[in-house]
């Protein structure tokens, strides 16, 4: 599977910005799909994930209310839409998707299978 990210850029505080992240190759086998971000000098920390089929969702208390995870099925394709942005959510913002079978927890980077390669998000004050 093969992970496109895409939708970073520089926003003010208290904007919006939609992620995009284009899966190809096994997508038939995607069960989970989900976002990771890494802030300068930190460790990658669970942003939001959520089951293909779409039933199931999970934030992370810090974007919880802001941000929202999505897919469409039918262009395989994962959005995270963020809004009223904070500084604190300047990072590279990494999509993730497990195949086959639920992983873990799902909050942790060991819980997935592929990475894309990451888009900036920077948030200026």
């Known amino acids: 599977v093969q992970l496109q990210a895409s939708g970073g850029g520089l926003v003010q505080a208290g904007g919006s910005l939609r992620l995009s992240c284009a899966a190809s190759g096994r997508t038939f086998s995607i069960v989970r799909m989900g976002w990771f971000r890494q802030a300068p000098g930190k460790e990658r920390a669970f942003v939001a994930s959520?089951?293909?089929?779409?039933?199931?969702?999970y934030y992370a208390d810090s974007v919880k209310g802001r941000f929202t995870i999505s897919r469409d099925n039918a262009k395989n394709t994962v959005y995270l839409q963020m809004n009223s942005l904070k500084p604190e959510d300047t990072a590279v913002y990494y999509c993730?998707?497990?195949?086959?079978?639920?992983?873990?927890?799902?909050?942790?980077?060991?819980?997935?299978?592929?990475w894309g390669q990451g888009t900036q998000v920077t948030v200026s004050s």
């Open positions: 993730v998707v497990n195949l086959n079978y639920y992983r873990g927890s799902g909050y942790d980077p060991g819980d997935y299978d592929y």
């Open positions: 959520g089951s293909w089929s779409g039933v199931s969702t």
